[in-house]
């Protein structure tokens, strides 16, 4: 069965410091999303994507965090500088369209001392 | 602004007693309601899904839910749990705008 790989699977970072995540999605899927998980809540989305453009980044705090999607297949999300408060789980998802079931991977657990 | 609520945030049951799990949003347009769910371990993944035509729905394992529009509801329900059914469950709500949001979660835990 496709999955959606994401790594590092764990991150421990230094705040201040840059960090990154790496997601490939099931392959032929148009639409891909970051999300952020803290602990206690749901997934809140960061960006999605929809090929290599973005369609909605409206709750990214772009003044630190980055995203792209250069060749709309794998994605790369960065936090410069991490804040302690980036402390979370950072979710990756992919749909073949904007208008279906989102497909997860594992995630990518940050820990910012 | 959009949101969805769920309103249990832990449940304990024992095996072989009904469930339901509560799940409420707010937005007056059309959406699409989806349950995923995240056993201990594992990623999320689709328990099932609502996208038009008749409200009662049915997913995997036995589970099923029923949208209500007049009450802004997609509650889930079991029958009779499992203690495999131990795991964290989340309502999203996928909007107009193809943005989908999601529940706080609900841990439920299932005595054996």
């Known amino acids: 069965e496709a999955e959606v790989a994401q790594s590092p699977r764990y991150k421990i970072t230094e705040k201040s410091q840059a960090v990154a995540f790496w997601c490939d999605p099931i392959s032929g899927h148009a639409t891909l999303y970051w999300y952020r998980q803290i602990l206690g809540q749901g997934p809140e989305l960061l960006v999605q994507?929809?090929?290599?453009?973005?369609?909605?980044d409206s709750q990214l705090p772009k003044d630190r965090f980055s995203a792209e999607r250069l060749k709309g297949v794998d994605s790369t999300l960065k936090i410069q500088p991490a804040e302690l408060g980036d402390s979370a789980m950072y979710l990756c998802?992919?749909?073949?369209?904007?208008?279906?079931?989102?497909?997860f991977g594992q995630g990518t657990r940050l820990t910012v001392v | 602004a959009q949101s969805v609520s769920q309103h249990n945030h832990h449940v304990i049951l024992s095996e072989a007693a009904s469930l339901e799990l509560g799940c409420n949003y707010s937005?007056?347009?059309?959406?699409?309601l989806f349950w995923y769910v995240q056993y201990p371990g594992q990623h999320l993944q689709l328990l099932l899904k609502?996208?038009?035509?008749?409200?009662l729905v049915k997913g995997i394992k036995g589970f099923e839910a029923e949208f209500i529009k007049s009450k802004f509801s997609f509650n889930l329900r079991k029958p009779s749990v499992q203690w495999s059914d131990t795991a964290e469950y989340f309502c999203?709500?996928?909007?107009?705008?193809?943005?989908?949001?999601f529940g706080a979660g609900t841990r439920l835990f299932v005595k054996a």
């Open positions: 998802a992919s749909s073949p369209g904007a208008n279906t079931e989102a497909f």
């Open positions: 994507f929809q090929d290599e453009s973005v369609v909605d």
């Open positions: 999203a709500v996928k909007t107009g705008g193809f943005k989908t949001i």
């Open positions: 937005y007056g347009g059309t959406v699409n």
């Open positions: 609502y996208f038009s035509g008749d409200p």
